[in-house]
């Protein structure tokens, strides 16, 4: 029986791409007196380019784009203070979200997140989204001192929630750091499809995150 949820925030929960677009669109307002020069749907078009859907760290990539379009006037540190400061007014959640983390919550199934990234950055999107509200536990790599996918991260979820692992499932974008990386311990991986990896096949999909509530139902029958 499934007693309990686990999941990623950004690309799976948080929908990254969109909030990003936002943030940056409202970045640029905010120093466009430094930006006279530059258009601005280049200057944002080149932030999401260099930021490979979140893979490359933002010093590097303001330190790119300040190089790039030879800003002198700014620097890397203060676009980068601008950016954690403010990202966490951007948050958007994909489609479902309040409503499945309601359902889950009325149906007694414990919910976690494991998350990697820094871990004030990290709880400032969960509180702007007001995930905080429904969890029984979170986690951040940065405060952990492991990232996805070692396991031993998946093993301090079970263990906080009370859980074995064949009780829980786990929601994810990312085939290995989410879905393979949660399998590796026995936990249900359940791949949040993403086009970014259109490549990757999984006997757990979901588009719409409402869909998690039908594999509840499809393991619990066949633990009966």
Excluded at 84 to 108: A, D, G, S, Y
Aim: negative net charge; hydrophobic residues 35%; contains cysteine.
């Amino acid at each position: 029986m499934i007693r309990a949820v686990l999941f990623d925030l950004d690309g799976t929960l948080l929908d990254r791409r969109q909030s990003l677009e936002q943030f940056i669109y409202d970045q640029y307002n905010r120093f466009a007196s430094y930006l006279i020069n530059i258009e601005k749907s280049e200057y944002c078009s080149r932030f999401l380019a260099l930021d490979n859907n979140g893979y490359t760290w933002k010093d590097k990539v303001y330190a790119t784009l300040l190089s790039e379009y030879n800003i002198t006037t700014l620097t890397s540190e203060q676009l980068l203070h601008d950016y954690i400061t403010n990202f966490q007014n951007h948050c958007i959640p994909f489609k479902n979200m309040h409503e499945l983390l309601q359902r889950l919550t009325q149906q007694n199934i414990k919910i976690g997140i494991i998350t990697n990234g820094f871990t004030d950055f990290q709880m400032n999107n969960l509180r702007a989204l007001n995930i905080h509200t429904y969890t029984n536990t979170i986690l951040v790599s940065e405060a952990e001192g492991i990232k996805k996918p070692h396991p031993e991260i998946f093993e301090r979820a079970l263990k906080k929630l009370d859980v074995k692992a064949e009780e829980c499932l786990y929601v994810g974008d990312h085939p290995e750091n989410d879905v393979l990386g949660s399998e590796q311990v026995g936990i249900l991986g359940v791949w949040k499809r993403d086009s970014f990896r259109g490549d990757f096949e999984h006997s757990r999909v979901v588009g719409d995150l409402l869909e998690v509530l039908s594999f509840l139902e499809v393991e619990t029958k066949t633990k009966k």
